[in-house]
């Protein structure tokens, strides 16, 4: 997937009902975030403390382009998980 300027490994799940981005890219391609007090249980993992919120994301997969909210969370694997 790409948002702004690059290209983000990215887990697509069926019936996810956010979007998640790690801090890092978030940081790098500049988004611009808004604190947040949430917490999030995120299956077989302990609850997180939510790092931030970010609205109006820009992303293209091939054709396809939204502009997207992301939840902004420690992960491990993979750079985004985009619910769907």
Do not use: C
Not at 70 to 81: A, K, S
């Amino acid at each position: 997937m790409k948002v702004r300027q690059g290209t983000l490994l990215t887990m697509v799940v069926n019936g996810a009902i956010h979007n998640f981005i790690r801090e890092e890219p978030a940081r790098k391609f500049g988004l611009k975030f808004s604190q947040t007090q949430a917490r999030l249980k995120v299956l077989n993992s302990p609850p997180d403390t939510v790092i931030s919120i970010t609205e109006n994301v820009d992303v293209n997969i091939g054709e396809w382009s939204r502009k997207i909210k992301f939840t902004i969370m420690r992960m491990d694997e993979y750079e985004v998980v985009l619910g769907i």
